[in-house]
């Protein structure tokens, strides 16, 4: 067992659901964040009866009280965060020309300044223990760009930009900080793409399927640990081979 904390941003499902199951069997204890706090009570009841520490926190990460009200009540129930994975995202898809203006600013709050203002709740405990990780969840398209996205292509690259800035800032403090980039994956998020749009992808995916989730939460897990303590300011492509 591990006594380090892990806070994962969008854990009700999908990515963020398979890092808490991940981190939690491997010892750490697991803060959940997500709006759907009925569904973060019911997976920390699941790990609890595996005999994981696991607490539920609802976050809103459009708001920054809400942000801060939920490191506070993480603070609470376990104290520090050692680890954070900024994984929460959402997309907002439309041609640029057309982009309603609250499309791209809601794309932008959730997915880089919700991510940004997590970190600086999670920073302080971390450099005053000269220990922490950060992992940001961005995406193949914030390194290749891709129609169509633009709201969320700018966020995501806008992650990758962060991490290695805060890498730089924060590295004499053992602090780690990276990216994955997953490519095309098996979620909600991925659901309701047209059937054609999955072909084209996978016709250009090496590995010719879509990844899980779980495949992601390994990938996460490594960045994590003790023996990933020489690696920061990395983005790790997770992607079937989309993007070399
Ligand atoms: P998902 O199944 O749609 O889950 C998104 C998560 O984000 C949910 O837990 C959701 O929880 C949370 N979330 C959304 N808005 C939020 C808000 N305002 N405040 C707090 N939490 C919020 O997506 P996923 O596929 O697991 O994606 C996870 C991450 O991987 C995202 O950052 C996504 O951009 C990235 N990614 C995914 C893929 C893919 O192919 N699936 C590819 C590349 C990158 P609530 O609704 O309960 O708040």
């Not at 376990?78 to 907002?92: M, P, Q, Y």
């Amino acid at each position: 067992m591990s006594n380090r904390t892990a806070l994962v941003t969008g854990a009700s499902r999908g990515i963020g659901e398979a890092c808490v199951k991940s981190l939690a069997g491997a010892g750490y204890r697991v803060v959940l964040a997500a709006r759907s706090v009925d569904k973060l009570q019911e997976l920390a009841s699941e790990l609890q009866g595996r005999g994981a520490e696991a607490f539920a926190v609802e976050v809103d990460l459009r708001s920054h009280e809400s942000i801060t009200a939920s490191f506070a009540k993480a603070a609470k129930e376990f104290g520090r965060i050692d680890i954070l994975v900024n994984n929460a995202g959402i997309t907002k898809d439309g041609l640029a020309v057309r982009m309603k203006q609250t499309d791209w600013e809601l794309v932008l709050q959730v997915n880089l300044s919700g991510a940004f203002y997590a970190i600086q709740q999670a920073l302080p405990g971390m450099m005053k223990e000269r220990w922490g990780r950060i992992v940001n969840i961005s995406s193949v398209v914030g390194e290749m760009g891709n129609p169509g996205q633009a709201n969320y292509v700018a966020a995501k690259a806008g992650l990758i930009g962060l991490t290695k800035s805060l890498a730089q800032e924060v590295g004499s403090r053992n602090i780690t900080v990276n990216a994955v980039a997953p490519g095309f994956i098996e979620t909600d998020m991925t659901h309701g793409l047209s059937e054609e749009l999955k072909q084209k992808m996978l016709s250009q995916t090496p590995l010719k399927r879509m990844g899980t989730a779980e495949e992601i939460a390994h990938a996460v897990k490594f960045l994590v640990s003790e023996e990933a303590g020489f690696i920061t300011g990395h983005v790790l492509d997770v992607n079937g081979g989309i993007y070399m």
